[in-house]
């Protein structure tokens, strides 16, 4: 079965400090993909990672795959209050439909 | 362009009950999924729908649930005599073929008291 672990679950950083956030993945993978939860709200989609080595950035976050060692970074640059959310990894493991997420990161971006 | 649509956006079900959750996909989109989120989780895979055709259902409990995504109207999930252990966050998603990117609607959070 796959599985999809991310850490850490619970991240308190204060604004303008960098962080990263990692999502590690048990088996070959064809695309990842990172989302943005809001509470009470859907899931947005911020990244979708197609290969390995592939590095895509908007604003202050930027996410990054290496597909060898099955790991996928997120990375926050001088975080504002706005980031506060939380961030899920998901990996398609060659169906082309099913998502199997991680538990989700839970960021709390403090003044 | 209206997004996924979901409803409703709470449910309160007793023991016993039956759920019936709709979603309507994206315009122009015809590919269906549900997830189900249960609390300090993340998304867990259901079932794959297009119009009057359930692809896979591997993620399916195999008893008291099913889904139907006729060829009008919404895709529905429904619960038959739920559980407290159905009370989660049920996410449909849609997209326009069945390997590209997939929007989310708001979700249902199913409560069963």
């Known amino acids: 079965e796959l599985k999809v672990e991310q850490n850490p679950l619970f991240l308190s950083m204060q604004e303008g400090k960098n962080y990263t956030i990692y999502c590690n993945y048990s088996?070959?993978?064809?695309?990842l993909y990172w989302y943005r939860q809001d509470p009470g709200k859907s899931l947005e989609s911020l990244f979708v990672?197609?290969?390995?080595?592939a590095v895509k950035q908007e604003g202050r976050l930027m996410a990054s795959l290496d597909t060898k060692a099955r790991l996928s970074t997120l990375h926050i640059t001088a975080a504002v209050h706005d980031l506060s959310a939380t961030y899920f990894c998901?990996?398609?493991?060659?169906?082309?439909?099913?998502?199997?997420f991680g538990k989700g990161t839970s960021l709390l971006v403090t003044p | 362009n209206a997004g996924v649509m979901q409803n409703p956006r709470h449910l309160v079900r007793r023991r016993g009950q039956e759920a019936r959750l709709r979603c309507s996909p994206m315009k122009g989109h015809s590919h269906v999924y549900w997830y189900r989120q249960l609390p300090e989780e993340g998304l867990k895979f259901m079932v794959y729908?297009?119009?009057?055709?359930?692809?896979?259902e591997s993620g399916m409990p195999k008893e008291r649930f099913s889904a139907e995504f006729p060829k009008e109207g919404p895709s529905i999930l429904r619960i038959q005599q739920v559980v407290r252990g159905d009370s989660a966050a049920y996410f449909c998603a849609s997209s326009s073929t069945g390997v590209n990117e997939q929007y989310f609607g708001p979700g249902t959070r199913l409560t069963v008291t």
């Open positions: 990672l197609l290969s390995n080595g």
């Open positions: 088996t070959t993978s064809d695309r």
């Open positions: 729908l297009q119009k009057e055709n359930i692809i896979d």
């Open positions: 998901a990996v398609d493991i060659g169906s082309g439909y099913a998502l199997n």
